[in-house]
Structure formats: C-alpha cells, structure tokens
C-alpha cells in the first residue's frame, strides 16, 4: 500500500486554525490560500493529479524541507488500518513534520471511521499535531474531530469544478484526471503509433550512445519524435549508459516538458520496449513534483521488467516522500 506523493503546490493555509506555510510552486504566480473546507477539498485534486477514491490523502506542513502531500488507498478490512497508519507516519517523521491535515475519501463506513480516528491518536502520539480530519463522499464533506457545527456533521455539500482553485489549475495547464485510473490510463499505448514505431523498429539501428542526450533535448520543445527518431531511441535505451544519457542530465525547470515527453514516448512504443522509456517517465514525474504519475510509469515498467534499476531507485524517492529539492543531491555527476 505505497502512498503516492503528489505534486507539490504553493498553499497559504489558513484553515482551522491558520497556517503561514508556502509550498515550492514550479508554475504558480502565488500560493492559493485555503480558509474553508472547500478550499482544501478543491487543492486536492491540484495536488494529486486526479479526485481521489476511497482513499487517504495527507497534507503536512511545516517539514525539514518543503511540505509533501500524499496519498493511500484506503484498506479493505479493519485489521489494516495499522498498516495504512504507519504508511503515512514513517515519511511524516522522517521530514519532521510538524503538522498534518487528513481527508479520507469514502463513505461514512467502519474502515473510515477506523482510519480518522487511529490517524489522530497515532500522529498525535508522535508529536505531530493533526490540524483537521474531513471526510468527502459525493459531492458532500463531513467533519471528525469535534468542535465544529452541528451541520458539519451531517455533511455540507460542496462542487470543486467551480471553485478559484479549479479554473487556476486549468489557466496553468494542469491536467486533474478523474480517478487514478483514468490518469494509468493516460499512459495506455496507443494502436496506431504503436504500429507505426514498430515498423520503424524493423529498420531502425540504435542511436549512438553519444546522440542521445541531443535528440532528447532537441524534442523537450519541440514536435513529438518523428517514428525513425522514436525507433533508434527505444532501441539505444536497453543499454543502462544510454538510458541514463536521457535523464541524468535533466534539471527540475526541464522536468514538465520531460514528463510530457516521455509520457508520449511511453504510449508510441511497443510493450518490449516500454520499460526504459517508462521508468525514465518516472524519473521525470517525480522531478516535476508529480508523484502519482511517477507511480503509474514505475507500475508500467515494472509490468514489464519488475526489478528495473532506474524504476526501483524512483520507487524508493516516492516511498520515503524524498523532495524534487533534493536532485541537486543526487543528481549524477557528468564527469564520473
């Protein structure tokens, strides 16, 4: 049950009581600031990349570095409430987290309810105080923690797709997809392309190692890769050295363009050669901030290849909720 950073947006929250803590924005001209419950239910979506489904959603604030958000399916059976628990307390602890807010996606059932309130004692317990707790479910927000109105209780309805925050993500050219499937689904192949990058492939001889890093630059923004281009690509990435002449480079103002890029790359190619392709995906996302499309290239990768190096190493930065802040760390160095 690995939780799923999600991008990482600028917020004052002001809400229940305030915060000052501003989030890194790598597009936004300023932080959205949350003062109601419906604010914070409209940031969400922004957050995460898609509207969650019975699932549990962490906003932290106030970390070592900038303030990560996070999300966890939602158990199926009481007994793995513990297990959801320690899922999301290990990064919070980890980044020193000062404070939390919870909203868990569900109906009002007994792994919910379960879920609130064994997140509020066991953050609680470790020093990191819990700001809110609200349940969502159609189109209606509930509150937890006492202390609120009456109404709050028997649920407020609210409609994000008018919101402020909703028409900004959209003038910033943010993608919200539905659900996390709809996002896996972003990443389908695509018939027609697949086909013609196969033909392509029947002729194709691998891109030299050294023209790797060129050709990947010259299509950060430019026109998608022509079929021959795709082909000699795909087959220059089986090699580990060229595949990490095409991300290791990369720096975090090239990752959105580097996500969309791979991200075509990924639906134009065959299943045999889709694994490097999506991990470099991975790489990419989790640069941009955009944690659960990185979970989604690592799950297509590892389809194919299920103990991908560059797949594995993504996969651990999103399960120890590591920041895109921390690249300059780890970033390879060209000369070594």
Not at 55 to 61: G, I, Q, R
Not at 134 to 161: C, I, K, N, T
Request: aromatic share 6%; net charge negative; proline share 8%.
């Amino acid at each position: 049950m690995p939780a799923s950073p999600g991008s990482v947006l600028p917020m004052n929250s002001n809400p229940f009581p305030a915060h000052d803590q501003q989030h890194e924005s790598r597009t936004g001209p300023g932080p959205l600031v949350v003062k109601r419950p419906e604010d914070l239910l409209a940031f969400v979506p922004l957050a995460i990349g898609f509207t969650p489904e019975r699932s549990v959603v962490m906003l932290t604030f106030d970390g070592r570095g900038s303030s990560f958000h996070a999300r966890v399916d939602l158990p199926a059976e009481i007994d793995d409430v513990d297990d959801l628990v320690e899922t999301l307390l290990a990064p919070a602890r980890r980044h020193r987290v000062s404070s939390v807010i919870f909203v868990i996606y569900d109906d009002d059932t007994v792994v919910a309810d379960e879920s609130a309130w064994s997140l509020h004692e066991s953050f609680g317990a470790a020093g990191i105080a819990v700001t809110d707790v609200l349940r969502a479910h159609e189109g209606m927000w509930f509150a937890v923690l006492p202390g609120r109105p009456r109404e709050h209780y028997a649920g407020v309805s609210f409609d994000v797709s008018t919101h402020p925050f909703t028409a900004r993500g959209v003038f910033e050219g943010r993608v919200t997809h539905r659900s996390r499937e709809d996002l896996r689904a972003s990443l389908a192949p695509r018939p027609d392309e697949v086909e013609e990058t196969v033909a392509a492939l029947c002729t194709a001889a691998p891109l030299p190692e050294s023209e790797v890093r060129a050709l990947v630059l010259g299509a950060l923004h430019g026109d998608p890769l022509a079929a021959p281009d795709l082909a000699r690509l795909a087959l220059a990435l089986a090699s580990p050295s060229a595949r990490d002449e095409a991300w290791s480079w990369l720096t975090r103002s090239q990752a959105r363009a580097a996500a969309d890029l791979w991200s075509d790359v990924v639906r134009r190619v065959p299943t045999t050669h889709v694994a490097a392709p999506a991990a470099v995906l991975a790489m990419a996302a989790w640069l941009a901030g955009e944690g659960a499309l990185a979970w989604c290239a690592v799950d297509r990768c590892r389809e194919v290849e299920p103990q991908h190096s560059l797949a594995t190493l993504v996969a651990g930065l999103l399960e120890s909720a590591a920041s895109p802040e921390v690249w300059h760390e780890l970033r390879p160095d060209p000369a070594a």
